[in-house]
């Protein structure tokens, strides 16, 4: 979408020229400005944790939106971020003088119940936190890249894809419900209290923490843009839109496949990992198929082919469902099932759609009274776009087909 | 496997082969619908479960009539049942292909979003009307007790009635697809629409019917499914996702494959959970098989067509 190239590159190309970043501005300005001074600081929290949902679905407008990469089990990576974090977290809370009670002291209560009488191997890098964070980040990129490795290579996409990430997601789920005294089973990690010392409890921490997430989310969403805009960004709308090509060009599809998922589950982790803490535990209804597929419909609702668009969706679906689910819980979901049919057949692009459709407009005009010069290229570059989706799913019909 | 003896082991395994084969049947029974919607049609239709359980409670809404209201029809209701269940989600799956499946052929994976979304919708739809708690259907006299094989071994009716629908089933989608002229047409307008249209085949109307038809078969799976167990508003939704691993790992077109592997997930999984818990046999045979479709993307069966 650097189309202004020839006129003059400039830093904010990288990232998809000026409006993009002033779009970013304007997100940046409100979680970081406007939402802490309207919200106390219990709604503050709950916000934070819808933000924690924007990275999963900024994740998603990277791998589907422009990959074409259909992932139902972003809850996956967005578990493996959270536990990874509140296994940290466990281990803190549970010292040897906390846990003087237990028959074992110095391990996780859950596993004291589960007889467990030391600490499995698998958790004994929580201890650190340096180690804790690479963790986080490198655990969901390698099992992304596995999974993607495996699947692309072999011109595995479109359906396949979702249905064998969902089968993934729904066995993650029955694997830590079932070991329960490895992973807490059902209830998840919970009681978590501290972070090397410091109470994330109180209203001040939670303040830190959200301010963190809400940083976290806009550095987040510039990592997406300037993917977006890289040299692999323009490869992954060539193969979207005509994948066969861009193989006879000499480009490997599938790795461009992979680095775009691996940086989806990359996302989806910090934004799990931020969730353990604004939330203070961590369980396996985050990971599983039910979690994963509301995932992919905030990102649905904000438009999947815009960053933004995707964390307002993130946000404004969490909202609309806590406040309708806490006084009409039967409705909600069939508002949910509502929203999954209208956002597919109604309004594809979401709610980015909508915006440049009806503002585009609006925005050319003004730009015409304030400045003199064409406005061209820029307003018009997003256009072709709109007829994209139903292109593009029958180009991943194609490639899940010539598995057979 | 140490502390069995052989004579042990064989009686484990046949056991754990019979309570295998209740599984293999809800599989089939399922996947049968979708071997076709899936299979032939490239939809996918996340509410299949759905309508399963449509079935099954047209099944207990049957069941309650003839007990409560005309006792004396009690014996003979289960087959009335099957027709409705049939006609009932036959008719639903119909306005679904009209309404929505229509205008997303091109979109398959919108199609799985918004089936997701109808999904939600008739659960939600369902424990309002019928409360949230299961529902057991009254089974007529001749369903109960059970058949005496040896005196080790002794199989429930239900069980034997259940493996019987599933064995007609299967044999009659087999005619249907692969024997008869509506079998032709599908795979025609499957394999390349245009021509199918070029030879006179009025595509709309069978991607119509055939989406209606695989709606039919999983009522009738959902009819079976009440004989052997309770209905609640998620029973179909609990099996959706291995349903359609096993619709994939057989090889997406190949009925036969379908078939075989939902023997060999079903057997797996119950075999090995007489060793492991419950839940390590699940995720053991469904790692095993996401790996093997790893390796062998088109299933076990791999259609031999070029599409």
């Given at each position: 979408m650097s189309t202004q190239s020839v006129v003059k590159a400039s830093w904010m190309d990288k990232f998809g020229g000026r409006g993009k970043l002033l779009q970013i501005l304007i997100i940046a300005i409100l979680i970081l400005g406007v939402l802490p001074m309207v919200a106390d600081i219990f709604r503050l929290n709950l916000y934070g944790k819808y933000l924690t949902y924007a990275f999963v679905a900024a994740g998603l407008v990277l791998c589907w939106g422009y990959g074409g990469i259909l992932?139902?089990?972003?809850?996956?990576?967005?578990?493996?971020?959270?536990?990874?974090?509140?296994?940290?977290?466990?281990?803190?809370?549970?010292?040897?003088?906390?846990?003087?009670?237990?028959?074992?002291?110095?391990?996780?209560?859950?596993?004291?119940?589960?007889?467990?009488?030391?600490?499995?191997?698998?958790?004994?890098?929580?201890?650190?936190?340096?180690?804790?964070?690479?963790?986080?980040?490198?655990?969901?990129a390698f099992f992304a890249f596995v999974i993607g490795y495996a699947m692309f290579k072999r011109r595995v996409g479109g359906v396949y894809f979702a249905i064998i990430t969902q089968a993934i997601a729904s066995i993650m789920t029955i694997l830590i419900i079932g070991q329960q005294g490895y992973t807490g089973g059902i209830n998840g990690i919970t009681d978590l209290r501290t972070l090397m010392g410091w109470s994330i409890q109180t209203d001040f921490a939670q303040y830190v923490l959200y301010f963190a997430c809400g940083i976290a989310l806009i550095l987040c969403l510039l990592a997406g843009q300037y993917i977006l805009n890289s040299r692999y960004g323009q490869l992954l709308i060539a193969m979207r839109d005509q994948e066969d090509r861009v193989r006879f060009s000499g480009y490997d599809v599938a790795n461009i496949k992979i680095f775009v998922f691996v940086a989806a589950s990359v996302f989806s982790a910090i934004g799990g990992a931020f969730f353990t803490l604004q939330v203070g535990f961590m369980s396996p209804s985050f990971v599983g198929t039910v979690a994963s597929i509301e995932m992919v419909i905030f990102c649905a609702v904000?438009?999947?082919?815009?960053?933004?668009?995707?964390?307002?969706?993130?946000?404004?679906?969490?909202?609309?469902?806590?406040?309708?689910?806490?006084?009409?819980?039967?409705?909600?979901?069939?508002?949910?099932?509502?929203?999954?049919?209208?956002?597919?057949?109604?309004?594809?692009?979401?709610?980015?759609?909508?915006?440049?459709?009806?503002?585009?407009?609006?925005?050319?005009?003004?730009?015409?009274?304030?400045?003199?010069?064409?406005p061209a290229p820029k307003v018009e570059a997003p256009k072709p776009e709109s007829a994209r989706p139903q292109k593009r799913d029958g180009v991943s019909i194609g490639s899940a087909q010539e598995t057979h | 496997m140490g502390g069995y003896t052989g004579e042990e082991l064989t009686a484990i395994f046949l056991m754990q082969g019979f309570s295998g084969l209740s599984l293999f049947c809800v599989f089939l029974l399922m996947a049968l619908g979708l071997a076709i919607i899936f299979g032939?049609?490239?939809?996918?239709?996340?509410?299949?479960?759905?309508?399963?359980?449509?079935?099954?409670?047209?099944?207990?809404?049957?069941?309650?009539?003839?007990?409560?209201?005309?006792?004396?029809?009690?014996?003979?209701?289960?087959?009335?049942?099957?027709?409705?269940?049939?006609?009932?989600?036959?008719?639903?799956?119909?306005?679904?292909?009209?309404?929505?499946?229509?205008?997303?052929?091109?979109?398959?994976?919108?199609?799985?979003?918004?089936?997701?979304?109808?999904?939600?919708?008739?659960?939600?739809?369902?424990?309002?009307?019928?409360?949230?708690?299961?529902?057991?259907?009254?089974?007529?006299?001749?369903?109960?007790?059970?058949?005496?094989?040896?005196?080790?071994?002794?199989?429930?009716?239900?069980g034997l009635m259940v493996v019987g629908i599933t064995i007609l089933l299967t044999i009659g989608v087999f005619i249907l697809l692969y024997k008869s002229r509506w079998g032709i047409k599908v795979r025609a307008t499957t394999q390349n629409r245009t021509m199918a249209n070029a030879a006179g085949i009025n595509?709309?109307?069978?991607?119509?019917?055939?989406?209606?038809?695989?709606?039919?078969?999983?009522?009738?799976?959902?009819?079976?499914?009440?004989?052997?167990?309770?209905?609640?508003?998620?029973?179909?939704?609990?099996?959706?996702?291995?349903?359609?691993?096993?619709?994939?790992?057989?090889?997406?077109?190949?009925?036969?494959?379908?078939?075989?592997?939902?023997?060999?997930?079903?057997?797996?999984?119950?075999?090995l959970s007489f060793f492991l818990s419950g839940s390590m046999a699940k995720v053991i045979t469904l790692m095993t098989v996401v790996i093997i479709l790893m390796f062998r993307p088109q299933g076990l069966f791999a259609s031999k067509v070029r599409r």
């Open positions: 992932s139902l089990g972003q809850g996956i990576f967005f578990g493996l971020g959270g536990y990874g974090m509140a296994m940290f977290l466990k281990l803190e809370a549970s010292s040897p003088e906390n846990t003087a009670i237990q028959s074992t002291p110095g391990i996780p209560d859950f596993m004291d119940w589960n007889q467990l009488t030391e600490l499995p191997w698998f958790w004994e890098p929580f201890h650190s936190f340096p180690l804790t964070i690479l963790l986080i980040l490198t655990v969901p904000g438009g999947r082919l815009s960053l933004i668009g995707a964390a307002y969706g993130a946000f404004l679906v969490n909202l609309a469902k806590s406040s309708l689910s806490e006084s009409f819980p039967q409705l909600w979901v069939v508002a949910m099932g509502a929203l999954f049919i209208a956002v597919v057949m109604l309004f594809p692009r979401g709610l980015a759609g909508l915006v440049s459709d009806y503002a585009g407009p609006v925005r050319e005009r003004l730009a015409g009274l304030f400045n003199r010069k064409p | 032939q049609m490239g939809v996918i239709n996340m509410a299949h479960g759905e309508f399963l359980t449509l079935g099954a409670y047209i099944t207990y809404l049957t069941s309650y009539l003839a007990s409560d209201v005309w006792p004396f029809l009690l014996d003979y209701y289960f087959p009335v049942a099957i027709i409705l269940a049939f006609l009932g989600t036959f008719i639903l799956g119909y306005l679904v292909e009209r309404f929505l499946i229509r205008f997303l052929y091109n979109r398959p994976l919108d199609t799985l979003l918004a089936t997701w979304g109808l999904g939600l919708i008739l659960q939600q739809i369902f424990r309002s009307v019928f409360g949230p708690r299961e529902k057991s259907v009254v089974m007529p006299d001749w369903l109960m007790g059970s058949y005496q094989a040896t005196d080790m071994v002794d199989i429930p009716l239900n595509t709309d109307r069978v991607d119509r019917l055939t989406f209606a038809l695989g709606c039919g078969i999983a009522g009738v799976a959902g009819a079976a499914f009440t004989t052997i167990a309770s209905t609640g508003p998620t029973t179909g939704s609990l099996y959706i996702v291995d349903t359609f691993l096993v619709v994939v790992f057989g090889g997406a077109a190949s009925l036969l494959g379908t078939v075989a592997s939902a023997f060999g997930i079903a057997q797996a999984q119950s075999i």
